[in-house]
């Protein structure tokens, strides 16, 4: 089983799909595509009947590798890697962080699978799949991405918790072009599972998170801000821009506040509860304070954030 986290930052117990049913549903998507080829090429000989043979030939190769392939590519593009073979059989194409593909996704693996898909009748591919741990073929290696499957009996999803109100699209002008995938996917992990973590080492790992975080960023975190809220309020951030640009949906905002702090259980969205409000008593005058302590500065990490007690 692999933890998989989507582009909608949540943690799905998913299993990589592997060659039997990755090459059933192929034969289904290629059934499919060599079916309305036909007939596309029917309705080409009655318009370009009159053509001779050469140009009937140039035209008759041109729509089959637009169709059989350039097919493929916008199917996956436009469903978000589910194909009519993989939708069939409960599959799905994402990225190595789990999250949906792109046109350049699909582009890349569109190109290879003409080579060793259609050039090698499959075979290329079916080896680089069973010696592949995760079942890809040589598409998904170069294009960054991996097919799992969606319907899993039993498959549990773990949501990451919202950030505090106080940091919701407080990072809309964060560049988070330079981070890597792979520190994405352990930020996601880490918030899913912190709840069950020691807190001496779960705040110890937020703390080597968030410092990393800001070193790809470039950008100083809010002087003050937790080191798990901070990651929190960042994720939340790039995955309402992934739902942004791969589904046009609005960001999510969470403007409740919790009384719990954040990451202990029973953290979450929750109303506000009446609380009565004790009568004025007698005012008590207060003695002026003294003079206040002096306090040692503490050298800065790199980071921003305070290492924990």
């Known amino acids: 089983m692999s933890d998989l986290v989507t582009g909608d930052?949540?943690?799905?117990?998913?299993?990589?799909?592997?060659?039997?049913?990755?090459?059933?549903?192929?034969?289904?998507?290629?059934?499919?595509?060599?079916?309305?080829?036909?007939?596309?090429?029917?309705?080409l000989i009655f318009a370009i009947g009159s053509l001779d043979s050469a140009a009937f030939a140039a035209v008759t190769v041109g729509s089959f590798l637009l169709f059989m392939i350039g097919a493929p590519i916008a199917v996956e593009t436009l469903s978000h890697g589910r194909s009519l073979g993989k939708l069939a059989f409960g599959l799905r194409v994402v990225r190595d962080d789990g999250g949906p593909i792109r046109f350049r996704h699909a582009l890349v693996r569109g190109a290879m699978g003409a080579v060793e898909l259609l050039g090698t009748s499959g075979i290329v591919a079916c080896i680089a799949s069973l010696v592949s741990e995760r079942g890809r073929r040589l598409g998904?290696?170069?294009?960054?991405?991996?097919?799992?499957?969606?319907?899993?009996?039993?498959?549990?999803?773990?949501?990451?918790?919202?950030?505090?109100?106080?940091?919701?699209?407080?990072?809309?002008?964060?560049?988070?072009?330079?981070?890597?995938?792979?520190?994405?996917?352990?930020?996601?992990?880490?918030?899913?599972?912190?709840?069950?973590?020691?807190?001496?080492?779960?705040?110890?790992?937020?703390?080597?998170?968030?410092?990393?975080?800001?070193?790809?960023?470039?950008?100083?975190?809010?002087?003050?801000?937790?080191?798990?809220?901070?990651?929190?309020?960042?994720?939340?951030?790039?995955q309402s821009r992934d739902a942004a640009r791969a589904f046009g949906a609005a960001p999510v905002s969470y403007g409740v506040p919790h009384a719990a702090p954040y990451?202990?259980?029973?953290?979450?969205?929750?109303?506000?509860?009446?609380?009565?409000v004790a009568p004025a008593g007698p005012v008590v005058p207060v003695a002026p304070a003294g003079p206040a302590a002096p306090v040692v500065p503490q050298a800065p990490r790199a980071g921003g954030?305070?290492?924990?007690?």
């Open 9 to 43: 930052a949540v943690v799905l117990g998913l299993r990589p799909a592997r060659l039997p049913s990755r090459g059933v549903a192929f034969v289904l998507d290629l059934i499919v595509y060599f079916v309305g080829y036909q007939v596309i090429n029917i309705g």
């Open 140 to 238: 998904d290696v170069f294009a960054g991405t991996l097919v799992v499957r969606e319907r899993v009996p039993g498959a549990r999803v773990v949501p990451v918790p919202p950030p505090p109100p106080g940091l919701a699209g407080r990072f809309t002008g964060l560049d988070l072009s330079g981070v890597p995938d792979p520190l994405w996917l352990a930020i996601r992990q880490y918030l899913t599972r912190m709840g069950q973590l020691d807190p001496q080492v779960g705040a110890a790992m937020a703390v080597r998170l968030a410092d990393e975080l800001v070193a790809r960023t470039g950008t100083p975190p809010p002087p003050g801000v937790p080191a798990a809220a901070y990651l929190a309020a960042v994720v939340h951030e790039r």
């Open 263 to 276: 990451g202990a259980p029973g953290y979450g969205p929750q109303p506000y509860a009446a609380q009565p």
């Open 305 to 309: 954030f305070a290492p924990p007690g």
